[in-house]
């Protein structure tokens, strides 16, 4: 198969424009999990094609508005994450539920604002929906409903996010390479051998099980470590019985730029791939392992959790360090490159991606 994508997509600006406005901003974006969002004013924030996002717990419901103050434009909630009031730092404008002014200091120095103008000043919102515990966000009102997004993998997303126990790592870094390149990278196992040989490749994933819904993809593979054998025999015990129990290895691409996996049902990874420019990428890896009602930790399993931080830090980092000379290379070559039956999700993925941009989708 060639190669969808010719290689200026990878560093042009105009390209990296046109998927703000053609792509990121037309569909569901990951914003985070229901546990970032427990008590009253917890919020995370976030930048869906460059626009300012805040997510927040308002009251009991999960809302979003753009992160921009009303009166002089500051931005509101400047830390990752964290919990407070939607209280602008700059002047100390207040937000109710609703994103409308609801305190402004030295309120009898402006003119008397009435309902009507008050409700003008509005914080734009955009709309929240759910999959289970994972919270997506839309910049655009007639987004299709989540669920369609998902299609045929909106029920297992929803099962593994419910099952989901600790967050035991979360890693994020940025990676010199367009987003695309790291998106490609995980979705085929070509790589596996030279690049992850002394790490995933000795879990020996193989196979060519891929299943295809829309824009999103999977691939099933077996392992070489079976849940009821050696060591891991007393993990897979500790965790069982456990919702969502499956053989070996999934991974999902929730397109464009969520990826999700599970070992066994035993230990899960959220990556999150979001485009800062053309050449720079901020990746995100969340590490959890199954839901257990078993107390204590025994020695063993915290000694699996720190082995599987460790693991999946050395892979990511196996994976960005040939990601950032794929973006070298790709700068210096009029080709568009060849995919083998291995890479059919890589395919799949630069399809739906040039629909979006060609306003096929």
């Not at 593994?160 to 870094?173: K, T």
């Not at 040989?197 to 392992?223: R, V």
């Not at 035993?266 to 199954?290: H, R």
């Not at 060849?338 to 306003?359: A, M, P």
Request: net charge negative; with cysteine.
């Amino acid at each position: 198969m060639n190669s969808n994508i010719p290689a200026f997509h990878y560093f042009d600006n105009e390209i990296f424009s046109q998927e703000s406005d053609k792509l990121f901003k037309r569909i569901w974006h990951f914003a985070g999990f229901k546990s970032d969002f427990l008590n009253d004013n917890d919020f995370v924030t976030l930048k869906i094609a460059n626009t300012p996002i805040v997510v927040q717990n308002v009251r009991g419901n999960v809302k979003s508005f753009l992160n921009v103050c009303s009166h002089r434009f500051s931005i509101i909630q400047q830390d990752k994450s964290g919990n407070r009031p939607m209280v602008c730092p700059y002047h100390g404008w207040a937000y109710d539920k609703d994103g409308i002014p609801s305190g402004i200091p030295k309120k009898p120095l402006f003119k008397k604002f009435t309902k009507d103008e008050l409700c003008e000043m509005k914080l734009k919102e955009f709309k929240v929906s759910f999959c289970g515990d994972l919270c997506f966000v839309s910049l655009i009102d007639d987004v299709e409903p989540l669920q369609d997004f998902l299609g045929v993998f909106y029920e297992e997303l929803e099962t593994m996010s419910l099952s989901l126990g600790n967050r035991i790592d979360v890693n994020s870094m940025e990676i010199e390479a367009n987003w695309k390149v790291i998106v490609e990278n995980t979705l085929e196992s070509y790589h596996v051998g030279l690049i992850h040989s002394e790490t995933l490749a000795k879990l020996e994933p193989s196979g060519l099980d891929f299943c295809f819904d829309k824009s999103n993809s999977s691939w099933t593979s077996n392992l070489n470590i079976a849940k009821d054998k050696g060591g891991y025999k007393k993990i897979d015990k500790y965790f069982s019985p456990r919702e969502y129990d499956i053989e070996g290895y999934k991974h999902i691409l929730v397109f464009p730029n969520l990826l999700v996996s599970s070992t066994h049902g035993v230990s899960f990874n959220y990556s999150l791939v979001e485009p800062i420019n053309p050449d720079v990428t901020k990746f995100t890896s969340y590490v959890f392992t199954a839901a257990t009602d078993s107390i204590p930790t025994p020695i063993i399993i915290k000694a699996f959790e720190e082995s599987l931080i460790n693991f999946n830090r050395q892979v990511f980092e196996e994976d960005k360090a040939v990601c950032q000379l794929v973006q070298q290379g790709a700068k210096h070559t009029h080709l568009s490159g060849k995919l083998s039956d291995e890479e059919e999700r890589v395919h799949h993925f630069q399809k739906t991606y040039l629909g979006y941009l060609n306003n096929e989708s």
